[in-house]
């Protein structure tokens, strides 16, 4: 989107200016709620195959940093009201360059640990080859509808679903039309299903890459994806598929 003007301020990251970008027309009433879902920038641990869950509370690296940047140059100027992230720290940095445009000054950051990604148990930190074989069984356990199984000391979809109601409910009865939320990879997968009211069996049918985006359309109770894994923000700088 070609910005009318542009003016800067200081990037957070200290890399480079970040464009502070006019506001673009959208082809939606502003009375629509949209819902901007974001899984957050590249970690280390997504770049040397990691298992991530909540029980590390890893940091973005560089590509993860620059990311977030592309992402802010391409949508700074939109109409967010709200920002939400979980409540570890890879989320919030993805959108720090919002957190710090001088253009959303008041619009509140909500930390919500709903929002977390899953758990995985005593697999966290290994490489992900050590935990293939159980993902692998756990994925096919989900998918028949089994949303209890876990890994040994880690979450169920039951449980994350469990603590992210509530937040699907904020937003459900709130007022605020599009706030852009930033979260993980599995938790991206099952917030999908709760917001258009799928089963978590179905928590596959949705694709996710590192800083990609979902927008979702309220209509009545739930919410249409008219936007999915989108990263054309990236330009050159995406960094593969996830297998979480």
Known sequence: MAPASVEYFLNPFDAFPIPILSKQPSIFSPMSQLLYLLR???TDFNLQDKVQGSGHDTSLNDTGKAQALAFHRHYA?????AF??????RSRQTLEPFIQDPYYQGIKLHERSGLNEFNWGIFEGNSFDVFDAVYRQLVLDWKEGKEHAAPPGGDSPAMVAARMQPVVDELRQGSFQRPLICLHGRALRLLLCLLTGKPSSDMDDFDHSNLCLYVMLRVGDFYEVVQANDTTHLQGLQSGHARR
């Open 77 to 81: 100027g939109d109409p967010f009201d």
């Open 40 to 42: 957050h920038g590249q």
């Open 84 to 89: 939400y992230c979980s409540a570890l720290q």
